[in-house]
């Protein structure tokens, strides 16, 4: 008996989910787990630099806000880029996940801002909140930017063909 047949709605195919014709879900396969440390190592090397590089500004840890900012709108664009290319086949999980879940994992860091937010708190609660609900609400918005710079290239690059 099927799944609709039981009265269970089908829902969309999950990529992360075991397909029957394979034996092993992708985040137990060694090759996408290596990709993801990877991945991760370079983002969080490249945040441990750029957090060193530039010091906060009146107190205010300006790099790890312009980071979670940044690496909002950067994973927007990829998963968007992504979606656009078709259907999820290897070659696309292993960019999303060595680029998005690796790199930008890393280089985004949200216990960064609950540690800067907690530290933030010892002085005035404003700046505190001003810098948490700023970094969430700017990730947010940023993420979306993304999205909406990837779908417009991906519209004239159609319109062009």
Do not use: C, K
């Amino acid at each position: 008996m099927t799944d609709a047949a039981r009265g269970r709605e089908e829902f969309p195919f999950d990529p992360d989910v075991v397909p029957p014709e394979t034996s092993r879900a992708p985040h137990l396969q060694w090759r996408f787990l290596g990709l993801v440390a990877a991945g991760g190592a370079i983002g969080t090397a490249v945040r441990e630099a750029l957090s060193l590089a530039i010091p906060p500004v009146d107190g205010l840890p300006v790099t790890i806000f312009a980071i979670n900012v940044v690496g909002a709108f950067l994973l927007g664009v990829l998963l968007e880029t992504l979606v656009r290319r078709g259907a999820e086949n290897d070659r696309r999980r292993a960019v999303r996940l060595f680029a998005g879940t690796g790199v930008l994992g890393g280089f985004t860091t949200y216990s960064a801002l609950a540690t800067d937010t907690a530290l933030l708190l010892g002085g005035s609660p404003l700046p505190a909140l001003a810098y948490a609900l700023g970094t969430v609400l700017l990730g947010g918005l940023a993420s979306a930017a993304g999205i909406g710079a990837a779908a417009r290239v991906a519209r004239r690059r159609t319109d062009h063909r």
